[in-house]
């Protein structure tokens, strides 16, 4: 009688994890469909752009946008592996590609008011594009934060939180003055490496990056943390614990 008595626990727990999970993957559905909605209102804005003006001027933000998409399609893979070692190791992939998510916001230092489009115009393209880059990057993070604190722990989730937010922004640092992107960690990672100390150790451009880097940490940590709490809102979002594996 003891025995079966401190058997039924887990077998709520069980049924509990059974009730959470079709929540959780509706919400996903739900988010990742308003995720693709947002990417078609960026490429209207765009099109629209180009049939009143003639011009692809703005034609590069389509690519920044795969770019931040690439992260979430990262993180969803890695939502699907269980071992430490592999997750671990794909977890670092998704990190090489997280900053081209926060780097589009960067892309405002493009406009002009002598363009072919009206200045407004150009100023709602590029924040619409900024926008859901970011709520890209976000959802992709909000998975890696799962994944890390459902293989390890609540606090090596928030750990991780915490370290990719300033490695972030000395990446959109990185990728904006020193013209570095995320294949070059692959193709050329000494020189990546030893402009990125010279970028820290040299007082004329160290500030800046100083400044840049904790700009970028602080508007990620601020959004993510908007993003996660609205996540708890309902049953099932986002951020619903997985079982450790």
Same mark, same amino acid.
């Given at each position: 009688m003891t025995a079966r008595f401190q058997a039924s626990p887990g077998?709520?727990?069980k049924r509990a994890a059974d009730d959470v999970a079709p929540a959780r993957a509706a919400r996903q559905q739900l988010v990742l469909g308003a995720l693709g909605l947002s990417v078609i209102w960026c490429l209207?804005? =765009?099109f629209l752009r180009w049939r009143l003006t003639g011009h692809l001027r703005f034609a590069f933000l389509a690519w920044r946008l795969f770019l931040a998409a690439v992260p979430l399609g990262l993180a969803l893979w890695l939502s699907r592996i269980r071992r430490r070692s592999v997750g671990s190791a794909f977890l670092g992939g998704w990190l090489l590609f997280f900053p081209n998510a926060p780097y589009v916001v960067t892309d405002f230092i493009? =406009?002009?008011p002598y363009g072919r489009?009206? =200045?407004w115009f150009d100023i709602l393209l590029i924040a619409s594009f900024a926008i859901v880059a970011l709520w890209l990057g976000l959802a992709s993070l909000c998975l890696a934060h799962e994944w890390v604190e459902a293989r390890f722990s609540a606090r090596a989730g928030w750990a991780t939180v915490i370290l990719v937010c300033p490695l972030a922004g000395f990446g959109v640092y990185l990728g904006r003055f020193g013209r570095w992107n995320?294949?070059?960690v692959i193709q050329r990672p000494t020189a990546l490496l030893a402009d990125a100390r010279a970028q820290l150790t040299t007082?004329?451009?160290a %500030?800046?990056?100083? %400044?840049?880097t904790r700009g970028f940490a602080g508007l990620l940590w601020v959004s993510y943390c908007v993003w996660r709490a609205q996540g708890r809102l309902g049953p099932g979002g986002l951020d619903s614990r997985?079982?450790?594996g």
């Open positions: 077998r709520a727990g209207g804005l =765009l493009h =406009l002009s489009a009206p =200045l995320s294949w070059d007082p004329s451009v %500030a800046q990056a100083g %400044a840049m997985q079982s450790r």
